[in-house]
């Protein structure tokens, strides 16, 4: 059988780049969905209007559609025989929405399912071989297709969510082999990367040669304890004191000394500096990071230098150097967390949401970057001297707010009459 991936001339911004060149994982997202496609036994090739036969048996999908191998086995495996056209449907759980703001899909109620672009065609293709572009194709596909609903579970692992402030809330991390996802935004490259070492280190044991005689000698299940196992690459050099866990570390990986890395995929010749922490990370080849910092659910393209002291649910382009005073927050401390896209703000409904830094950007000390905001490739942002504190006050009050305003803290009703800061519970203050 053979897909057909259609190009729909998506650029992922800041960065420009076509959609298939996304980071998922530590591959582009095209040849991600490539993999995919081959382990299960689908030809990926390019489409087009004149490579649709006249009849025949075809998987149809555009560049920006994310899928894992197990959820093309499934779909092939549930869709009827009978000639038709048959989409991919997830049914509504953490699974399909994890990553579903911003997407393009369709929820049908009757299912109660979010429906991908993902399309098998089967018997007289004829009528698709006239479509144009691949707006056009789907158009005429969606309206002829019939929903294959495939059930991902509600398997989840709650983990906390580190914010300031109210809502207090945990961070509800779906555990499926069965994802698909509409890629056309940075924010799914962080949401989506949460999920992908665990799902990542599950197809590895999957493949493992041994997976069978571990099982005939009654050995654990490696698939049954991610947290405790780590895959690595040829000469990987791991200091006795660093812990490597529930991860997949490319060739030539370096971890330092009372390091850790934790649920992440690590590129070929990532270092990891001493007393470095990433979690829930992926990180491309080449990167390399200085002592002491810390990642949570971050990004990070390929060939950059990163330091941080706590950098979370971001996306970090090719070739940025990151100074350990940057700060991208990533706390909605006034409400959810809102981005830019095509020129206007979209709210995501998410309390936590990092940003985005483009390709060889130079962020210097002290830049401070509201949630969600993305800066443009090859930026350089360099904060004043002045715009740091120097003038603290020696009779501060305890438990008034305080605020810097012209290089001083000031009382917050002061420098700035009636603001009520979204830190600060008035309850608490009495």
């Known amino acids: 059988m053979r897909a057909l991936r259609f190009l729909t001339g998506l650029a992922i911004e800041p960065f420009g780049d076509p959609v298939s060149s996304a980071q998922l994982g530590v591959e582009e997202l095209g040849l991600a969905v490539s993999r995919a496609l081959l382990q299960a036994g689908v030809q990926p090739e390019p489409g087009s209007p004149e490579a649709i036969p006249a009849r025949g048996e075809l998987v149809l999908l555009p560049d920006t559609q994310f899928i894992t191998r197990a959820a093309v086995r499934a779909f092939l495996a549930a869709a009827p025989a009978a000639p038709g056209i048959y989409r991919l449907a997830l049914r509504r759980g953490p699974a399909s ?5 911003l997407q393009r899909v369709d929820e049908d109620p009757a299912t109660d399912s979010v429906q991908q672009d993902v399309y098998l065609a089967r018997g007289d293709l004829g009528a698709l071989r006239t479509t144009g572009d691949w707006e056009a194709l789907r158009d005429a596909l969606r309206a002829r297709a019939r929903p294959v609903v495939l059930d991902p579970g509600a398997q989840v692992e709650e983990l906390p969510e580190v914010r300031p402030g109210p809502p207090r809330t945990t961070l509800a991390l779906p555990r499926t082999l069965l994802l698909a996802a509409d890629v056309r935004h940075w924010v799914h490259l962080v949401w989506l ?36 196992l780590a895959v690595l690459g040829r000469g990987c050099d791991v200091h006795p004191t660093a812990l490597v866990e529930g991860s997949i570390l490319g060739e030539g990986v370096t971890v330092g000394a009372f390091a850790s890395v934790r649920e992440c995929i690590l590129g070929d010749g990532v270092e990891v500096g001493s007393h470095t922490h990433f979690k829930r990370c992926v990180v491309g080849a080449g990167c390399h990071t200085l002592n002491d910092s810390y990642f949570i659910g971050d990004t990070c393209y390929p060939g950059s230098t990163l330091a941080n002291i706590m950098l979370r649910n971001s996306v970090i382009g090719r070739r940025v150097f990151l100074t350990t005073g940057v700060t991208l927050r990533d706390d909605g401390l006034a409400g959810p967390v809102s981005v830019v896209q095509a020129g206007r703000e979209v709210p995501t409904g998410r309390w936590v949401l990092g940003g985005c830094a483009g390709h060889r950007s130079l962020l210097g000390a002290r830049a401070l970057l509201e949630p969600g905001r993305a800066v443009p490739n090859r930026t350089v942002i360099m904060l004043r001297p002045e715009e740091a504190v120097s003038k603290v006050p020696a009779d501060a009050e305890p438990r008034r707010p305080y605020t810097y305003f012209e290089s001083t803290l ?21």
């Open 97 to 101: 929405e994890y990553a579903r703001p």
């Open 193 to 228: 990367n949460h999920m992908l070492p665990w799902v990542r280190l599950q197809e590895h044991w999957q493949d493992h040669p041994l997976q069978a005689r571990l099982r005939t000698l009654g050995c654990p299940d490696p698939r049954r304890h991610p947290a405790r």
């Open 410 to 430: 000031l009382p917050v009703e002061q420098a700035y009459p009636g603001w009520n800061p979204p830190e600060v519970d008035p309850e608490a203050r009495r």
